[in-house]
Nanobody, 115 residues
Framework: QVRLVESGGGLVQPGGSLRLSCASS????????LAWYRRNPGKQPDLVAR???????FYASAVKGRATISRDNAKSTMYLQINNLIPEDTAVYYC?????????WGQGTQVTVSS
């Protein structure tokens, strides 16, 4: 059974930084293209960034230049560093495969950017 567990969110002032983590189990982590998504209440999840098994990455325009996605296949863990946070980054952040698998959605981690 695949399980993805996000952590690292919190309340941050504008201009601050966060590093989110996604720990996986029950899957051959290195085989999958993985992604970070974020969702606000009542909306569909938006793709934030994704990373292929080979390490190539893509960023949504909303975070490009401020975010860095990385993965540690030995630890079956993916990360998302976001710098210079803005209030519009406020959301629940999730990790999943790309395309996402419904059964893999976890609880997410809340990021709130506010002064």
């Amino acid at each position: 059974q695949v399980r993805l567990v996000e952590s690292g969110g919190g309340l941050v002032q504008p201009g601050g930084s966060l590093r989110l983590s996604c720990a996986s189990s029950g899957m051959i982590f290195s085989d999958y293209q993985l992604a970070w998504y974020r969702r606000n209440p009542g909306k569909q999840p938006d793709l934030v960034a994704r990373m292929s098994p080979s390490g190539s990455s893509f960023y949504a325009s909303a975070v490009k230049g401020r975010a860095t996605i990385s993965r540690d296949n030995a630890k079956s863990t993916m990360y998302l560093q976001i710098n210079n946070l803005i209030p519009e980054d406020t959301a629940v952040y999730y990790c999943n495969t790309l395309p996402p698998v419904a059964a893999y959605w976890g609880q997410g981690t809340q990021v709130t950017v506010s002064s």
